[in-house]
């Protein structure tokens, strides 16, 4: 279980300080499907980076099942990201000169995980197996992003608008596997992203507006994939 406590974060100094968290408090259960929502400026990236520790913080903490990471110094912080969390950004991050072979394994290696291959013929890139990024499609570098995260088997896992450089039916197979998955494996998911419709999809939808949190709502059923709007 995550538990943010009173975080606060600020960015910039005097009269030109943005205040992007305001004292925001949120749990997030184990196993559970959490979509953060907010127009753009609202917080929810900031959450989303200080929930897994790519940020530090202001004021409050966060703890992972009791343990405050805001107290670790930086190599234990960033052995915890590298163990516990997965993340997926929009921008696809991999490295240009691996192929997605090579760009996956990075992410396998840090759990030992051997089957890696199975999550890329999974994502639809089977074939792809010795291609770079620049050889790749927009929606093929993402899909490979995904399989790095995912073949790390994180117990979280991050994601910041990661259907956003997506076509629909693309989108649509990369949630739906992320959801499966999910559901087979266990980790918890927690995402950011613009598209209302995903809400749907998740079990807690937390709606942000000007650094706070606004509603937090339960869907008493999950949607799939294919049955939300677009």
Known sequence: MIEIKNAVKTYGAGDSATSA??????????????VLLGASGSGKSTLLHIASGLERPDEGSVEYDGMDITAL??????????E?????????YLLPGLDVDKNVKMGAQLAGNRDYRKIIEDVGLGDKLHKLPSELSGGEQQRASIARALAK??????LDE?????????GRQVLDYISALQKEL????????????????????????SGRIIETAVNE?????????W
């Open 21 to 34: 968290l305001k004292g925001v408090s949120l749990t997030i259960k184990d196993g559970e499907f959490t």
């Open 73 to 82: 110094g930086d190599k234990l912080l960033t052995a915890f990201r590298r």
């Open 84 to 92: 516990k969390v997965g993340f997926i950004f929009q921008q696809y």
């Open 153 to 158: 088997r994180p117990k979280v896992l991050f």
């Open 162 to 170: 990661p259907t956003g450089a997506l076509d629909e039916e693309t």
């Open 186 to 209: 266990g980790f918890s998911v927690v995402m950011v992203t613009h598209n209302a419709n995903i809400a749907e999809m998740a079990n807690t939808v937390v709606r942000m507006n």
């Open 221 to 229: 059923r999950q949607k799939s994939a294919y049955e939300i709007g």
